[in-house]
């Protein structure tokens, strides 16, 4: 049985950083590209960021590049996603979820995700 457990999530301050875990199992973690989406209030899922199966590749949203951070460790079956510089549209539920998509050299081809977990809440607020 494919689990995704996230953690790490929480109130942070305008321009605060935190960082989130999501601890794998129930599949061979370091055979799948992994993603992070999140879900602001009253809006749809917004895909995050992706990372590549050995970790040569990540790729970002927009509204993210610069400032979040997606990695992963095999050995741990664990992936990451540090987040600094955030700002109150940042707030949303956090998932990790195992990717569909695939890269192809350095490019994601994104084809959403099978398997979720149950979310962390960030909250950015003063």
């Known amino acids: 049985e494919v689990q995704l457990v996230e953690s790490g999530g929480g109130l942070v301050q305008p321009g605060g950083s935190l960082r989130l875990s999501c601890s794998a199992s129930g599949f061979t973690f370091s055979s799948y590209a992994m993603s992070w989406v999140r879900q602001a209030p009253g809006k749809g899922p917004e895909w995050v960021s992706a990372i590549e199966n050995d970790a040569r590749y990540t790729s970002y949203a927009d509204s993210v590049k610069g400032r979040f951070t997606i990695s992963r460790d095999n050995a741990k079956n664990t992936l990451y996603l540090q987040m600094n510089s955030l700002k109150p549209e940042d707030t949303a539920v956090y998932y990790c979820?195992?990717?569909?998509?695939?890269?192809?050299?350095?490019?994601?081809?994104?084809?959403?995700?099978?398997?979720w977990g149950q979310g962390t809440q960030v909250t950015v607020s003063s």
């Open positions: 979820a195992k990717s569909v998509g695939y890269y192809s050299g350095s490019y994601y081809y994104n084809e959403g995700s099978d398997y």
